[in-house]
């Protein structure tokens, strides 16, 4: 059985996922302009970053909640920590597309999401402390 902290972990990550969507609703033809000036195809670019984006981010979210994988709470972590500094770029210029509590709920959904990976009955589970076999209870 999975403990308190894993499931309130991908339910943050799920519930981080959907604000990003919410914030790219949002912003999409904002972001869709900002985009034409790079690519021939802003649409199809954005959509592909959006679908590979969620793809990656659910893949590697279940396999750290359902298959205790300890390399995907890694990426996850190391994701995070490339992105913050963007964060910051952009908070404090004040242009966060307008939607600046969105990433701010993001970016703090993400920090509690990571916290709960590293609390004693996480790292258990982790070590799949739960499945190892009490040898001292059975042969005393």
Do not use: C, N
Not at 46 to 52: K, P, S, V
């Amino acid at each position: 059985m999975r403990p308190r902290p894993i499931l309130a972990f991908e339910g943050l990550m799920l519930g981080t996922l959907a604000l990003s969507w919410l914030h790219f609703a949002l912003t999409w033809t904002r972001q869709v302009m900002s985009l034409a000036t790079i690519t021939r195809q802003p649409v199809a670019f954005l959509g592909a970053t959006i679908a590979i984006t969620a793809v990656l981010f659910i893949v590697l979210t279940l396999l750290v909640s359902r298959r205790r994988s300890r390399v995907a709470a890694a990426v996850l972590i190391v994701l995070f920590a490339f992105s913050v500094p963007t964060f910051v770029r952009t908070f404090t210029k004040g242009a966060a597309m307008g939607y600046t509590m969105l990433a701010e709920l993001q970016i703090i959904g993400h920090l509690i999401a990571y916290v709960l990976l590293f609390l004693p009955s996480s790292r258990a589970w982790f070590r799949r402390d739960d499945e190892k076999p009490d040898l001292r209870a059975t042969f005393s």
